[in-house]
Structures are given as C-alpha cells and as structure tokens.
C-alpha cells in the first residue's frame, strides 16, 4: 500500500514540475521575444514592432546624435519617406530632419518608428501606422 502512495506522490510531484517548467519556458520565451538587441533588429526587421517598447524603455533616444542612433539601428529606410507621409499634429515631417525606421506589419497596417531630429540630435518621436 505504500508503495502505491510513493508512487503516486512520485507522479504528481513530476508531473507539477512538467508544468511549472513549461509556464517558466513559455514567459522565457515571451520575455526573449520582446527584448531588444541591436541584433534582432537589424536581422529580424518584421518582428521589430514587438521590441520597439523596450528599445524605447531602455535607450534614452531623446538627445542621441543620428550617427549613435544609426550605430544602434542601422541605417534608416529611406524609402519610407518617399512611400509614407509622416505627419505629427497634422504637421507634415521634414525628411532631413527625421530618421524613419520600418517596425513591420502589426494587424494589416504598416508602422513605423519616425524619430525627429534638430541639428543632427534627436528631438523627439513618435510611432506612426499607416
């Protein structure tokens, strides 16, 4: 008889671990999937709307000259502002004075990370969907 009990404990006990371990892989997984790194930007642009929060969380891009922020994302789009008209409260963005970077398709709509500059020194930015 107690070796029945053994068993069954020995069952359960697995069987808690099997799915305390899978919850722990599944939030590995979702944290990893929206974390930033410059490589996952450069090297998997489709998903960079997933870690374009956290890129903003992280970097402070308000006061980064364009060539620190062209050595973190890469090169900008520049088709972007030739296909896309940005505009911010109805204003239209000049297109010296911003770096526009593709974030993919997020439900049927393209977005866009357009960050402003002034003097070759981030200003602002905002997201754009189009």
Same mark, same amino acid.
């Given at each position: 008889?107690?070796?029945? !009990?053994? !068993?069954?404990?020995?069952? *359960?006990? +697995?069987?808690? /671990?099997? #799915?305390?371990?899978?919850?722990?892989?599944?939030?590995? &997984?979702?944290?990893?999937?929206? =974390? /930033?790194?410059?490589?996952? *930007?450069?090297?998997?642009?489709?998903?960079? /709307?997933? &870690? #374009? @929060?956290?890129?903003?969380?992280?970097?402070?891009?308000?006061?980064?000259?364009?060539?620190? &922020?062209?050595?973190?994302?890469?090169?900008?789009? @520049?088709?972007?502002?030739?296909?896309? %008209?940005?505009?911010?409260? %109805?204003?239209?963005?000049? %297109?010296?004075?911003?770096?526009? +970077?593709?974030?993919? #398709? %997020? +439900?049927?709509?393209?977005? *866009?990370?357009?960050?402003?500059?002034?003097? !070759? #020194?981030? =200003?602002? +930015? /905002?997201?754009?969907?189009?």
């Amino acid at each position: 008889m107690d070796e029945v !009990k053994v !068993k069954r404990a020995k069952m *359960w006990n +697995y069987a808690v /671990f099997g #799915v305390l371990m899978a919850l722990l892989a599944a939030v590995g &997984i979702f944290v990893y999937r929206r =974390t /930033f790194t410059a490589g996952k *930007w450069r090297d998997v642009p489709e998903e960079r /709307f997933r &870690i #374009v @929060q956290n890129l903003l969380d992280r970097y402070k891009l308000i006061g980064m000259t364009e060539a620190e &922020i062209t050595a973190l994302l890469g090169e900008e789009e @520049q088709y972007a502002n030739e296909r896309t %008209s940005f505009k911010l409260h %109805s204003e239209p963005i000049d %297109s010296e004075n911003s770096l526009v +970077y593709n974030l993919g #398709v %997020s +439900y049927m709509d393209d977005e *866009w990370l357009v960050i402003l500059t002034e003097n !070759k #020194v981030a =200003t602002g +930015y /905002f997201i754009d969907i189009s």
